[in-house]
């Protein structure tokens, strides 16, 4: 997956850069060409590593980083980045002379935006259990790889600035310019405040944590277009199905560089992750309990020693952090290291790990063999999308493309469009209904719905102005008026307010088949339904109660609600008849909103 965090120019320049090289000093020469301190002719491994890789770890500028960005940021690739010059560049400033970056009339508030790479537990454990530095290597270099080509593909998504604005408004594409850092751990991040009164950042602590090898890509917010223009990168770019499809692109990515190297893999359980089948379950599940303890931790050794938590620099913070991280594996473990605890741990479970080099061999497949296998992943994933959702982003169908190449194998990234042009052409099937897809523009992006969703909303509408027509099941004034007065509530003591409460318990009072109250959080909606169930159960009818989860259906119970249920059971009672529902049932749906078209047609069919 790929997840990603805005960094903010005004924080502390200096904190993010701590985050990101995890508290250690810069490099100060190139570790692909240093040999070990006591014999430059033997080698340890870390420059095996280093080599195959091309970066030590500590930070790396991203490859094919052009002119253009280089020059406007001030940026030296030809040397490794230095944490002033970095510190700068995540406050909106050159690297070199510290001076703003041009085209600041307007302040950015952003100065980059974290990517962060991440494959599936297998693929860490294999590179952190290989049996030889080489092989560790060899895993290292094919997340590299992918994560790169990803970058790249962000890059193209992203690396667009927006000039002018209105009927006058374009997009110049430019260069764009990343630094990435290599993690090899999970830890709890927490938020940091440089003492009292100083910048706050998420930072990684120095906890005991799990092996998760992920790289920080950290994009700077800035944008070096051919005509000399300085712009930003186009952040509107970034939504949630974007974020998802640039995950499922760096996995299908790394599918692939696994596969050349012989690696037995497979897509996970829920088709969204390339997964090495000879890591086993139990090993997953041990290296996946990240400790969430650090701040109490690190608190409660503070207050031990008589200081206040919140008065410390950043520095002695991550010190308590780090002596209280040291107390708690002191007690129960042996290793002092983390990778020496991980072997203990291995050990307990009995898992003792070789290799994942099976040589295995993959079948050629033709570019019409890789698009069909993609599709029908790709089919089924929209198919679910749409059964909850009315409308969705085209983007859906690049992400659910990229989804069906991790399986399918990816070649290059126009495979990703392709596939998604092939969704849009033939349309997909949905319980058994062919559907095609109707797009229309909306606030700039590209939204989609299907010929069945369409039918279904007509026919939604349909029933529900014929509910809305009928008067059976209206409550009447007095009714209404007499479980006012038993509820014992105060209306008066804000007046406007209860007079709008007033208002509403009547309007849902008197609606016959169909009613509906819109409120906002803490006006009161639970309260004012109160006298309305008291009044249907005066009147013989049974209230039911459902909303799309149990803890919002439960919370009905404060109005008197006995019968709670969430959506799914909820339906699964009525079609198995467990639940009856009759002209005497008063059903309640809380956040309506959140019901899908299509169930909330089934609804209405029910009632009619």
């Not at 944490?83 to 002379?97: I, M, N, S, V, Y």
């Not at 099976?358 to 089924?380: D, G, H, L, S």
């Not at 169930?533 to 919002?552: F, L, N, S, T």
């Amino acid at each position: 997956m790929i997840t990603y965090r805005k960094l903010s120019a005004d924080g502390a320049g200096k904190l993010i850069v701590a985050y990101l090289r995890e508290h250690q000093l810069e490099p100060t020469k190139d570790a692909r060409f240093e040999g070990m301190k006591d014999d430059p002719t033997l080698e340890g491994g870390g420059r095996l590593n280093t080599y195959y890789t091309g970066r030590d770890g500590k930070g790396a500028w991203g490859p094919n980083i052009g002119p253009r960005i280089a020059n406007a940021l001030g940026l030296d690739l030809t040397k490794v980045p230095s944490d002033e010059g970095l510190a700068r560049l995540f406050e909106c400033k050159r690297a070199d002379t510290g001076e703003a970056w041009s085209n600041m009339g307007r302040k950015r508030e952003v100065s980059g935006i974290d990517f962060t790479a991440s494959p599936d537990k297998t693929v860490s454990l294999a590179f952190e259990f290989a049996s030889t530095k080489a092989e560790q290597a060899l895993i290292a270099l094919a997340i590299h790889k992918a994560n790169d080509r990803a970058m790249a593909f962000i890059a193209r998504e992203i690396g667009l600035a927006r000039r002018a604005s209105g009927d006058n408004a374009y997009i110049e594409e430019g260069e764009v310019a990343w630094v990435s850092f290599r993690h090899y751990t999970s830890r709890p991040a927490l938020q940091i405040q440089d003492g009292p009164d100083g910048a706050t950042a998420s930072v990684e602590v120095p906890v005991p944590g799990d092996p998760q090898f992920h790289i920080h890509n950290a994009m700077f917010n800035a944008v070096a277009t051919e005509s000399g223009h300085l712009g930003s990168l186009d952040s509107a770019r970034i939504t949630k199905t974007t974020s998802f499809l640039f995950g499922a692109y760096f996995q299908a990515e790394l599918a692939r560089e696994l596969r050349a190297l012989g690696i037995a893999v497979r897509s996970d359980d829920r088709g969204r992750a390339i997964v090495i089948e000879a890591i086993p379950e139990r090993a997953r599940d041990m290296f996946s309990k990240r400790h969430q303890q650090a701040e109490k931790l690190g608190k409660a050794f503070a207050k031990r020693q008589g200081l206040d938590w919140k008065d410390l620099s950043a520095a002695q913070k991550f010190s308590i952090l780090h002596n209280a991280n040291l107390a708690y594996r002191s007690k129960k473990y042996n290793g002092s290291n983390e990778r020496e605890i991980w072997r203990e741990q291995a050990d307990e479970i009995g898992w003792h790990h070789e290799t994942v080099l099976t040589e295995k061999v993959y079948p050629e497949k033709t570019q019409a063999e890789r698009y069909e296998i993609a599709f029908a992943i790709a089919e089924k994933m929209l198919a679910e999308e749409f059964r909850t959702a009315a409308v969705i982003d085209r983007d859906a169908f690049r992400t659910h493309a990229a989804h069906g190449l991790i399986e399918a194998g990816i070649q290059e990234p126009e495979d990703v469009e392709r596939v998604a042009d092939l969704i849009e052409e033939r349309g997909i099937t949905i319980d058994g209904t062919h559907v095609h897809f109707i797009k229309e523009e909306q606030e700039g992006r590209c939204r989609v719905a299907t010929t069945e969703q369409i039918r279904v909303e007509k026919e939604m509408a349909r029933l529900a102005d014929i509910s809305t027509r009928t008067r059976e099941g209206a409550l009447t004034e007095e009714a209404i008026a007499a479980a006012v007065a038993r509820s014992g509530l105060d209306f008066g003591k804000e007046p406007e307010h209860g007079k709008a409460q007033l208002a509403a318990i009547r309007s849902l009072g008197l609606a016959g088949g169909l009613g509906f109250l819109t409120g906002v959080a803490g006006a009161g909606k639970t309260t004012l339904l109160r006298p309305l169930v008291d009044a249907w159960k005066e009147d013989g009818r049974d209230v039911v109660g459902m909303a799309i989860a149990w803890r919002q259906a439960d919370a009905l119970k404060d109005a008197g609600i006995h019968k709670t249920y969430a959506l799914t059971p909820f339906l699964h009672k009525i079609e198995t008849g467990e639940l009856v529902l009759d002209r005497k049932t008063v059903l309640v749906v809380d956040e309506v909103s959140q019901v899908s078209p299509r169930q909330l047609l089934r609804v209405l069919e029910l009632q009619q």
